[in-house]
């Protein structure tokens, strides 16, 4: 009963470089999203998905790609790393499409750094 | 582009007291008022959660509070304690959640 799984935990990157930070859930939810947390500015929705196949924008989805090839997957990509883009970076998911008393499960992060 | 504004930034209490996190929206089409908690080094975790057909949802020791008409809506946590230090995020939405900038509450022994 893993729930949301992310990796890596930790990352530190080159400007420029690229890499994609992996999210799991087990629990065949629809929903799935990427948040990133930055001090005083709270949870920012980056990309979410409502299904295998399809994905949307979230507030800020400017240098980060997203897919949805499975219902379990949920990967994110950053194209060429800005220092701007260090934060903690959170997966989550969820059962109902339509947000209910289901609420989101989160993952446990991934802390990046761009130097 | 705020769409959930959060005070306080961070809120000091005595053991037993009463700490009260406010939130206030923007679009009248959202439909779903969760809280969450987040320790440190964890992801946020789901506390309690409020459509706005209701103006009060109490579990245990935390209740939401709802005023629909001015678009606000607030945390009380009764008789806090100590392990419920942590940072609380309050969220909005309708088929995705916008989240406000967090409360950090320092419950002191």
């Known amino acids: 009963n893993a729930g949301v799984t992310q990796t890596p935990k930790f990352q530190v990157l080159k400007t420029g470089q690229s890499m994609t930070l992996q999210c799991a859930q087990d629990?065949?939810?629809?929903?799935m999203s990427w948040y990133r947390q930055d001090p005083g500015m709270g949870l920012r929705l980056i990309h979410y998905s409502v299904g295998a196949g399809i994905t949307d924008q979230g507030e800020v989805p400017n240098g980060y790609n997203v897919s949805r090839s499975t219902t379990e997957d949920f990967p994110l990509r950053l194209l060429s790393a800005a220092p701007s883009q260090t934060s903690v970076y959170f997966c989550?998911?969820?059962?109902?499409?339509?947000?209910?008393?289901?609420?989101?499960?989160f993952g446990s992060g991934t802390r990046l750094t761009v130097v | 582009q705020q769409q959930v504004k959060q005070s306080p930034q961070s809120l000091i209490v005595q053991k037993g007291g009463i700490s009260i996190i406010n939130c206030a929206y923007e679009?009248?089409?959202?439909?779903?008022f969760p809280w969450y908690q987040q320790f440190p080094g964890k992801g946020p975790a789901l506390l309690i959660a409020?459509?706005?057909?209701?103006s009060e949802k109490k579990e245990g020791r935390f209740t939401i509070s709802f005023n629909k008409s001015a678009k606000q809506f607030s945390l009380h946590i009764m008789d806090s304690q100590p392990g419920d230090s942590a940072t609380y995020f309050c969220?909005?939405?309708?088929?995705?959640?916008?989240f406000g900038t967090g409360t950090l509450l320092a419950v002191q022994p």
């Open positions: 969220a909005a939405g309708i088929n995705k959640l916008i």
């Open positions: 629990m065949n939810h629809e929903y």
């Open positions: 989550a998911s969820s059962y109902a499409v339509v947000l209910g008393d289901y609420g989101y499960t």
């Open positions: 409020i459509r706005p057909d209701v």
């Open positions: 679009n009248t089409a959202f439909d779903y």
